[in-house]
């Protein structure tokens, strides 16, 4: 499964940058509005119940058809939504296209609903191979077809059908998979207390993804589709950055978390070691990306993306507000503090809303900045939640992160005297040269301030390689 993931997560990016150096920012940025609709329509029309079916202690057929139609109803009530206000919707972000496009992927909300309970079930029989692999080839097949069709002149409606193909090619192989068909009986109890249930974790799901979402949404409403654009490839070229840093982290020691959660020091000790550790991995890779942005840009993207480059510059400094707070909604649900999980995705939805509004005004580089501003404001109210509710100190925390912290530091200030007297040289080679340089750095600036992280950044690596041979 791990490779799988893994030849996935390579694949889309690999075809993100192929449709980026064809497609045009407006493009991006007009599918980047419509997915905030479909995307959190999704969400909600599921309703949660996937994650409820899931928890229950049994799921016999009546209760799964129960919550089969009650997310089929939900999901056909959106995409109903979604195709009566995709024309208001053109007129309020003055994009014409707009319309047709949220039109052609309202479905996705309905289709999205009716696969709740087959993934359900495959999740419930372990079934996590057989998901996964189905979620490779709905991955593969869409990706393909969107890229022969960027290729031969369809733009947007490339990245249209490649959604509707990936959701369709994932719905019908779920249900050849679980060979289950939902009775024509819905019982009320049962369906009450399904979506009392699961309103909870889609609200906190929504919000939880909303918090991008909403940036994206007002960007694109306030400077428009094109800025968008600009302001996504910037994203997902830090996504890359995430990819190889945080998230290989986390697949070695997330799981560690919810193990701990009845060993309140335990878990304290854990969530603390996990902020360090992504520290050591995050900071160098991101705040030295800032250095060598105008070279990433134009190797993956190309030259027509140049715009994205000093909003990627900004977007590093969320780098270092990463470590601290990525895990949070981890921790507190280890520690059964869902309710506070909620509360917490409600204020950030909030500070989202406000900052981003407040900042896209100036322009594409300020929205940007609006991101670190919005990082910088919830951090302070979010130490002390992590401290009251489940203890973790706040000076240890941030002294936690400080070495890796000065150590960036002192590598970017050297990284951005030594670029001007690099030779002209191709974008490649001057990432080469810059990264294992920086490198050097960093690890000699840790053996003077740190010791023993150099040592921890040591045992992560073996850990990473010894477990990449045998990933299935």
Excluded: C, H
């Amino acid at each position: 499964m791990m490779l799988g993931s893994g030849g996935q997560t390579v694949f889309q990016f690999v075809l993100f940058i192929v449709l980026a150096r064809q497609l045009g920012p407006e493009t991006f940025g007009l599918i980047g509005i419509a997915v905030v609709f479909i995307e959190l329509s999704s969400t909600v029309g599921r309703a949660g119940l996937t994650e409820v079916a899931i928890q229950r202690p049994t799921l016999d057929d009546d209760d799964a058809s129960t919550a089969f139609w009650s997310s089929l109803a939900i999901g056909l009530l959106f995409t109903v939504a979604l195709l009566l206000v995709a024309g208001p919707l053109a007129v309020g972000f003055d994009e014409p296209l707009l319309r047709p496009v949220m039109q052609w992927l309202a479905p996705v909300s309905a289709l999205y609903a009716v696969g709740a309970v087959y993934e359900a079930k495959l999740r419930r029989d372990f079934g996590f191979k057989a998901l996964a692999a189905r979620n490779v080839t709905a991955t593969m097949a869409s990706g393909i077809v969107a890229l022969v069709l960027a290729l031969t002149g369809f733009g947007v409606w490339s990245l249209v059908i490649q959604r509707l193909i990936y959701v369709v090619w994932l719905l019908v192989a779920m249900v050849y998979s679980t060979r289950w068909l939902p009775r024509l009986t819905w019982k009320r109890d049962t369906g009450v207390a399904q979506l009392r249930d699961g309103s909870v974790i889609a609200l906190s799901s929504v919000l939880g993804s909303g918090n991008q979402r909403i940036i994206d949404l007002i960007v694109g409403y306030v400077l428009g589709a094109t800025a968008l654009g600009y302001l996504r490839i910037a994203w997902r070229a830090l996504d890359l950055l995430q990819e190889l840093s945080i998230r290989q982290i986390t697949s070695v020691t997330l799981t560690s978390l919810s193990r701990l959660q009845d060993n309140r020091e335990a878990l304290i000790a854990g969530y603390l070691k996990l902020v360090k550790t992504t520290a050591l991995f995050a900071y160098p890779m991101f705040l030295g990306a800032a250095v060598v942005a105008p070279e990433i840009i134009t190797f993956m993207f190309g030259k027509q993306w140049q715009l994205s480059i000093l909003p990627m510059q900004v977007l590093t400094l969320t780098a270092i507000f990463i470590p601290p707070l990525f895990f949070k909604s981890n921790v507190l649900m280890a520690a059964g503090q869902m309710r506070v999980v909620l509360a917490v995705n409600i204020f950030e939805f909030v500070a989202s809303t406000i900052v981003a509004y407040l900042f896209a005004r100036y322009g594409l580089v300020a929205a940007a900045a609006g991101n670190v501003a919005r990082l910088a404001l919830v951090s302070p109210v979010i130490f002390v939640i992590l401290k009251s509710r489940i203890g973790i100190p706040i000076g240890e925390t941030i002294s936690g992160v400080l070495p890796p912290l000065l150590a960036s530091g002192v590598m970017v200030g050297a990284l951005t005297l030594l670029k001007p007297q690099l030779p002209d040289l191709p974008s490649l080679v001057t990432i080469a040269i810059m990264g294992s340089i920086g490198l050097l750095i960093y690890l000699g600036m840790l053996l003077v301030v740190q010791r023993d992280q150099v040592m921890e950044i040591v045992a992560v690596v073996r850990r990473l390689m010894r477990r990449s041979p045998t990933a299935e």
